[in-house]
C-alpha cells in the first residue's frame, strides 16, 4: 500500500475528524477516506476499547458528502464510537474500463 497523506484535521463535536488519500493499486488513483475518532480515542488507557462503524455509502457519495452532509459525529461522540467512511465511488482507469467492458 502506497503512503497515506493526512489532508485533513480538524476538531468536530469533542472528537477529530481526520481524511487521508492514497494511491490505490486497483483503481490506479488517489482515493480517499476519513477516520472520526470520539473523544474517549484521543487519550486512550490499555483498557479502552471502542466500536468500529464502516460506514460504506453508495455510488455516487463521496467522503466529504458523509463528512459534511451529515451530523454523525455527534453521535459517534455521545456513543464513543470510531468511524470509518472509505469513499466508495467508482474512480480511476479501472473504473473506465469496467464501464466499457474493456478488463481482460
Not at 488507557?45 to 455509502?57: C, Q, R
Not at 456513543?79 to 467508482?90: A, K, Q
Amino acid at each position: 500500500m502506497a503512503a497515506l497523506v493526512e489532508v485533513l484535521s480538524k476538531k468536530v463535536s469533542g472528537g477529530i475528524q481526520k481524511v487521508y488519500k492514497h494511491m490505490s493499486d486497483a483503481l490506479q488513483c488517489n482515493m480517499m477516506f476519513s477516520v472520526y475518532l470520539p473523544p474517549a480515542a484521543l487519550n486512550p488507557t490499555e483498557s479502552t476499547k471502542l466500536p468500529i462503524l464502516y460506514w460504506l455509502a453508495g455510488r455516487g457519495c463521496s467522503t466529504d458528502d458523509f463528512i459534511h452532509g451529515t451530523n454523525f459525529q455527534r453521535y459517534a461522540s455521545q456513543h464513543n464510537m470510531v468511524v470509518v467512511s472509505p469513499d466508495t465511488s467508482p474512480r480511476g482507469e479501472y473504473s473506465i474500463k469496467k464501464a466499457k467492458g474493456q478488463l481482460n
